[in-house]
């Protein structure tokens, strides 16, 4: 159809207003309609059944009582019931479905916000150009709505969608609702799946309005970490999530010839997402550490958004003299709304300090007032010295009197009193270790009764691996391009690539980064794809192999066997999303229109992907994680993730739990336990790699694949546990899954520990396995597919 | 009796703010536990990372060898193969484990039914609260007491010692050396 | 313009599809738009500020610790800061916002429900037809989206707003966002805001739809109590505040002619809402005595809808062999969802017993189920005794051994067991005193290691009470007619009508349900205005007075003074908002169109309203209260109300936070403390009552309205305090202000304790008020209304 | 020293999932508040409605005869008036007055500045332990010490008796007699 848009007059029909623009367009016919357009919380609740009812929700209750309403505080101790009626286990589900609403709010509001700023300056016709390689441009809108969007305006009927869902779902937290923790957590499932979209959303308007990669590989390097900013010049910290304000910096930096001259530094999504155009820019650090830059002194100006800020950031800013800019509404810590006052005038203010920051709420005003107060600034600041001195350091290290306290309120549990007095013994080596287990909450500062600033001493003695804390990270290069599909769909059914591993989310870890490279590099290595978002992807560039190579400098970024890319933010994290719906659709031709639980149910039988939140600490990580694991993708959460209260872990012991139909024929057939959870937390790094391999296993594995994946997940067990892994053989089908290097030893092994029979002329499995290997099954868990039903 | 229960920092949570509902761990001597440990049917202990610190894992291994079946969470396997404990120890994931022990019709590790006692040694905190949490909430019927012998004061435990800093740490030691004592 | 629906080509342009239904039609100009249409959170912001220094928030924290992230727990005690930054002060910000944000998303989740479920039916443009006497149809719609709405399609541009709005405040709830409190409650007032709109949506999408009554008076009357309730009949009992699917009962009923054949009886707002149409049913109870209800075993079915059900529903209703019909998605209990089943198989199933209830999600199918369900089990159910004998009385009180376990667990701190002790001696008084003083809430029996029964204990007890219980009550007349408005505009200023008094809310009262009666006839019969919805609608009609007659029966129900009015059901509470807004459109002539702070800024300085939520409980009370709040109408809660942690608490002891603006002028005059606080919660009925009368005076009270409202003040003060108000002289401006009969002994008061300058001769004050009276001040808080500014 | 500080059921909160942080209230002697009390520079007695209850009302007339101002919130002002007490009392909203204390700039109910120790007495227990815990949290700087002389173990107090239940309601009111003649 031609584009007509504008007011128009018809002869005989003059008081008629036609305006063009606002016609519904009739949808491009791109394919047949699915079952399920546009799913309300009941729609798919069947779906979700099945997938609770394998993999049974886990309670771990952070507190035994509720008070969310006048009859509380109720004492649910022992599942016993509240004033209102809820249980226990209810709580806990209404809890989860509460974290999943408080993130997938943040999510879809961010999309929102962006539109409505943006808009006014670049309209809604900005269409989505992605090239020639990519034909599926938004998979989450098109799987769930039905619609494939062209231009920013498609996607306001999605985000229409989304918040009339999010908030019939707030509605059911209400007092005496739910009684049913299964239909909490179906809600909370419905959650998590708007929380995807809301995120591909967000990721497609800042990529249309921006023009950020489209996809491409090969992407820009840039420089992360403290020690890369330059100190000498005017330095602007962005923090948050929304970077149109940010991106305005980049502009006037730009337009005014000023990119050489001010530094430009992030922390968080912000800063990921202007990388992907300005490579200028630095990133300072991800969440954990953003106390730290922020307790540096370095920034001359603290510009914040949205999301991930430190709520004390005013009080921190203004200790070390760094006025704030706050830009966006739902972040304004009480300062005075300047968005319509004079430039100059708000220049002046925070340059004088007048006022400790300010709120300007049109991110096209943001710029020049950040680098124009940036620069004035500077020469002020500069003489300033936030780091402890020696002496200081010295004195507060001897006030210390190992009392203990700080470690009680320390999240991490560190012993800082016995690092001190090491520290004043002349051993710095254990404080500065505790710099990266820290995760910069400042909490023990306040319960130590010396006043000691303890996390300044930690920075003070980590000085110089701080110094030497540089890494190169590749710009986000958003999603994952159809041609690249075409190209590992086989090779991941076929099993050369045995997985696709997505270190996603926060900062919390359990023993600091260096577990994210870990991770990073272990699959990497072992030829898995690796996909990076958030926090994680910003963490992993800190540490570096021997040849002095980040792991985005040692891997390629293609979407291809032992890549690492890095995606982007946190909603760039629908891409991964999208590239396992797009296996599906592409590799597998199945149609994706409104048709969310088939393609789960392909994803979770046939796609060996894997999330990993090793530090998740938001609520957005709880619903990142949610979202997941309604399309069939199984999430790893490091042992801070316990505190979500609720996991999803399948029983492997149970064999009626592990069934699936062939859809040939509609048998209902026993099956291996894979994947075995869908959102599990770990205690330490060296349970976490073999959990993540054993959780790419799926039913519709070939022989190939299961060969490969069984290897390293061996190997990993035997690696970091040092044990064979107590359910390897549940894999195992026929002998040609078998590692292939000592297949008779793994023979012998099923014979004797297993009881199996083994023909030992032609080293054939006789009896055993769950079931054999049969190369054209077709599993499903959907009666809907079976023959009799279509 | 040597309970520190009028003394007020031990019975603050390890982890200041984990407070829990009412029924809050009760601070109790080792002999104590030892008593709960010798007279339960089916006690199990469960092991984690922390037991591969300084003369730890010695004294899991004493536990087990007074019949204890043993579950190693994470690495602390790896002690147990390192030392070539010939013991029953098994390798479990702490948090596929807890949920196992939440269903009454759960085999056991050992395919002989499930535990009436099980006792947290060396798990990261944290991580330990939560599980005890669960087994405290739903673990009910029949009754699995979970308890801790850790250096922490355990709000979700059933029994538990008070915390124990560094300062502490030979009577901590004694403590568990009595515990073993009364097996 | 007239109407034009449906698809048209037009000649050349044959591949354009023109729907004329998608254009947006030109909004009648009924009033120049106003500075804040559609206000998001910031656009307000100035005027809560306003608010918020003169109403400080006073927080009383339930919870020492936060556990919102995998930071936490924090220890936020004595206003430390969380790992995130947050100190205790947000933090109880936020959990305000959060309770806000449930109980807004409830009230608009249900119209945007009913409007999806209702336009299958009706289409979208039933008109409103509030007959001849009502011009200003939507005064909250009016006056924030500047949307006069003329038929339900109106509407949904409204809660697109809402929705909208709702989701970007969810998302300030994220961890690392807001810092301060005073933005946590601004944004807890946007949420107010956005409450009272969303009901105002609810309320008029079912009186066009089910012609509801439109604001007349002299209402029908019907029966309220468990003891109206024939239990010889096949019994239905509706629980809940989504009343399609019970109009769906009603119809069915009266289309087969069984309308004397089947009681129809409810709890909560369901029923309110089908007795504005069918006065043949029944309200069995207010939330309070929902388990009682439940427990008494005459349901033969029970038929849920959203909100206010208790979680255990299905439990309790198994116990008594009442089968469960859930109606709606956020209630869904775990149950099959049958809806797009043969009906006589769902009455088959439910009839036989072989499922405790079923899901129908299609309001149009619900009907018949209940009532054959209803019809078929009554005769078997019927057989069965619910109620305790004498001898499983007598046994269980024996068994009581006194413990006192069911008192610390008791939210009431009930002493059950020496009622226990004291019936068993043969004085059942104890015991049946205990029935009313209960919430319900069945914490007791779980505590109970005897197993006491100890609900039915009571039940059994209060037995001969309960059976007396039977008051009338008149139908929802909706909304105040402008008419009414114009009769009560002037006296409301004068002062021969001293106020409107709103009770609404729930039933968490502290000592039983008298009080709701106490308050609403002590206003009453003073010539206040008494207006009720929800809850204490329900409890008012209990008690009845020497005559036997309910506060609905002894007073008519006008608009007018000394008048008891029936507003309807929770979501109607809007049309409180209403009339107050129409005090300034219609009386005062100011312009509302998307004038929402003017307007709120009249009604502070000068409509003499109070809310009261004596027995406030839920997430919806929190936001209804902060709705008021916002527009500048008082709250009084009972003192369970403490556990929402905050309030907003004036001090008269600081003249700098008591200026207001002349109008005329622009000068900043010292005022009266009035009124005094925002929301408070008081602790017993004795000081609710003169708090209420106190919090009636408004700076702008002519002489009359002032000496009138000191009166009562005074009176009702001394009538349960016994004592003087501390306070009364500061509402003194003139001798004209003082109570007409003891004038000189109160003179005389002002002279010897608080020092006050009298002429004795012409019995006039000289010197001592805060200031005087002048007829033509014109009072505002708004810089924007100053002549300078204009 | 009488305290029942070793018996569970004292130190579970009355109403039983009132558990506030880690801060919970010191179970304490009679003898222990009124030296408190004694001590105290600007001492306050907030009583409430329960105070008309058998007995109490008495006693707070005897605490003010001491010299300690009372402020009687809600109905409680009826019995001193009633008593025709003459001693210092003023009838206050107890959320109003709450409201005060945590301004460090109050002037005091007798226009003499605020108060440091502030002594709960007969305010129905909910309202009182939220008003005690604002004071906890807010009152910081200077520091007012909320503490309860009620029978119910208070734990956002910072010093409390246990719970006494209707058996021990004569020990409990010796307590009160005790506290009195400390003063
Ligand atoms: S929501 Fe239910 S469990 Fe929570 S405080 Fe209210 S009544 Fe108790
Ligand atoms: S709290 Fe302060 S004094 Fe105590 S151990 Fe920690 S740093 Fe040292
Ligand atoms: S800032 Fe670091 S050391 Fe201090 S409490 Fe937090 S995590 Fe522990
Ligand atoms: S990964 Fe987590 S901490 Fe990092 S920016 Fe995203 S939500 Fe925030
Ligand atoms: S939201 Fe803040 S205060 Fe709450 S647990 Fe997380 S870090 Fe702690
Ligand atoms: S808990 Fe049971 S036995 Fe104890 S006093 Fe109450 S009713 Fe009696
Ligand atoms: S049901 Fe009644 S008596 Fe029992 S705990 Fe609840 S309010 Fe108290
Ligand atoms: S008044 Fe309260 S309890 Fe009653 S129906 Fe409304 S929200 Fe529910």
Redesign the interface.
């Given at each position: 159809m031609e584009e007509i848009t504008g007011r128009f007059t018809i002869e005989g029909w003059e008081n008629v207003q036609i305006n063009i623009g606002e016609i519904v367009e009739e949808e491009e016919e791109w394919e047949p309609m699915g079952p399920y357009p546009f799913p309300k919380m009941a729609d798919l609740r069947d779906w979700d059944f099945k997938l609770l009812n394998r993999y049974k929700p886990f309670y771990a209750p952070q507190c035994d009582v509720c008070a969310l309403c006048t009859f509380g505080k109720c004492d649910l101790t022992g599942n016993k019931y509240g004033a209102c009626g809820i249980r226990m286990d209810a709580m806990q589900g209404r809890i989860v479905l509460l974290a999943c609403l408080v993130g997938c709010s943040a999510h879809t509001a961010h999309a929102r916000h962006m539109i409505h700023d943006l808009e006014r300056k670049w309209g809604l016709d900005v269409p989505f150009d992605l090239g020639t390689e990519i034909n599926v441009t938004a998979p989450l809108t098109q799987l769930i709505t039905g619609i494939k969007p062209k231009k920013v305006r498609d996607f306001l009927p999605v985000l229409d969608y989304i918040e009339e869902n999010i908030v019939q779902l707030a509605d059911a937290l209400h007092t005496g609702q739910e009684g049913s923790y299964l239909d909490f957590e179906s809600k909370a499932l419905q959650m998590g799946m708007l929380d995807s979209l809301g995120k591909e959303v967000a990721d497609m308007i800042q990529i249309a309005y921006y023009n950020m990669p489209h996809g491409e590989s090969n992407q820009p390097f840039f420089e992360v970490g403290m020690g890369t900013i330059d100190t000498n010049k005017p330095t602007i910290i962005v923090i948050g999530h929304n970077a149109p304000p940010s991106f305005d910096i980049v502009d006037y930096l730009m337009e005014n010839g000023l990119e050489d001259e001010v530094e430009l530094g992030g922390i968080c999504c912000t800063a990921i997402d202007i990388t992907r155009k300005y490579q200028k820019a630095k990133i300072a650090s991800a969440l954990g550490r953003q106390l730290r830059v922020v307790r540096a002194g370095f920034a001359d100006v603290i510009v914040i958004d949205e999301q991930c800020i430190r709520a004390d950031i005013l009080k921190q800013a203004k200790a070390v003299g760094s006025p704030v800019i706050c830009t966006n509404d739902k972040a304004m810590h009480g300062l005075v709304d300047r968005t319509n006052d004079d430039p100059d005038a708000i220049i002046n203010d925070l340059v004088e300090g007048n006022v400790p920051g300010v709120v300007i709420l049109d991110p096209f005003k943001v710029g020049r007032v950040a680098v124009e107060v940036a620069r004035k600034i500077h020469p002020k600041r500069a003489k300033k010295e936030y780091i402890l001195s020696d002496e200081a350091f010295e004195r507060w290290l001897g006030e210390c009197i190992q009392c203990g306290n700080c470690t009680f309120a320390c999240p991490q549990g560190l012993k800082i009193g016995s690092a001190n007095k090491k520290a004043l013994e002349g051993d710095t080596e254990p404080l500065a270790k505790l710099f990266d287990q820290c995760v910069g909450c400042g909490r023990c500062e306040q319960v130590c009764k010396k006043h000691i600033p303890i996390v300044d001493l930690m920075v003070k003695a980590a000085r110089p691996i701080i110094e030497k804390e540089k890494g190169k990270m590749r710009a986000g290069r958003g999603p994952v391009r159809d041609t690249e599909i075409r190209q590992v769909g086989a090779p991941i059914v076929l099993g050369t690539i045995p997985g696709i591993i997505a270190p996603i989310g926060c900062g919390n870890y359990p023993n600091g980064t260096e577990d994210v490279y870990t991770i990073v590099n272990e699959f990497a290595s072992r030829g898995y794809i690796v996909t990076l978002t958030g926090c994680m992807a910003i963490d992993a560039a800190f540490w570096l192999d021997d040849e002095g190579k980040s792991v985005y400098e040692r891997y390629p970024d293609d979407f291809d066997k032992g890549c690492v890319l890095n995606i982007g933010s946190c909603v760039s994290n629908a891409h991964i999303h999208g590239a396992a719906i797009k296996v599906a659709s592409i590799f597998a031709r199945r149609q994706i229109r409104a048709n969310y639980d088939e393609i789960a149910d392909y994803i979770l039988n046939r796609v060996g992907a894997c999330g990993v939140a090793w530090g998740a600490m938001s609520q957005k990580a709880a619903s990142i994680a949610t979202g997941f694991n309604r399309l069939g993708i199984p999430a790893v959460v490091g042992p801070h993730g316990v505190k979500y209260r609720r996991a999803y872990l399948g029983r492997r012991d149970l064999p009626e739990k592990w069934k699936v139909y062939d859809v040939r024929n509609g048998e209902e057939i026993q099956c291996e336990p894979c994947p075995e959870h869908l959102i599990v937390a770990v205690e330490t790094i060296e349970e976490c790699l073999p959990m993540m391999a054993k959780l790419c296993f799926r039913v519709a594995d070939t022989p190939p694949g299961r060969q490969i994946k069984l290897t390293h997940y061996i190997d990993l067990s035997m690696k970091y546990l040092k044990v064979m892994p107590p359910d390897w053989h549940l894999y195992v089908r026929s002998e040609a899954d078998l590692p292939l290097a000592k297949k008779e030893y793994y023979l012998k092994l099923l014979e004797d520990e297993h009881g199996w029979e083994i023909d030992w002329e032609k080293k054939k499995i006789v009896s055993g396995p769950i079931k054999g290997v049969d190369p054209s099954f077709n599993p499903t868990l959907l009666e809907r597919l079976l023959p009799e039903r279509r | 009796m040597d309970c520190n229960?009028?003394s007020?920092q031990s019975s603050?949570?390890?982890?200041?703010?984990?407070?829990?509902?009412?029924?809050s761990g009760?601070l109790v001597t080792p002999e104590t536990i030892g008593r709960l440990i010798k007279s339960a049917k089916r006690p199990l202990l469960i092991v984690?990372?922390e037991i591969l610190e300084d003369r730890m894992i010695e004294r899991a291994i004493a536990i087990g060898k007074k019949g204890v079946p043993i579950a190693a969470?994470?690495?602390a396997?790896?002690g147990f193969?390192?030392r070539e404990y010939d013991g029953e120890v098994?390798?479990c994931?702490?948090?596929?484990l807890?949920?196992?022990l939440?269903?009454p019709e759960?085999?056991g590790l050992d395919g002989k039914g499930s535990y009436d006692v099980v006792v947290f040694f060396g798990?990261?905190?944290?991580?330990a609260s939560?599980?005890l949490?669960?087994i405290?909430?739903?673990a009910?019927n029949p009754l699995i007491r979970g308890v801790s012998i850790d250096r922490y004061y355990h709000p979700h435990a059933r029994m538990t010692f008070g915390?124990y800093?560094?300062?502490r740490e030979e009577e901590y030691l004694r403590m568990i050396d009595k515990l073993i004592a009364t097996l």
């Open positions: - | 229960c009028c007020p603050i949570p390890f982890d200041v703010g984990n407070i829990p509902g009412p029924e009760r984690g990372a969470t994470g690495p396997i790896r193969v390192e098994y390798y994931q702490l948090h596929e807890t949920n196992c939440l269903d759960w085999k798990v990261t905190y944290y991580y939560a599980m949490s669960a405290k909430n739903f009910t915390n800093g560094p300062k």
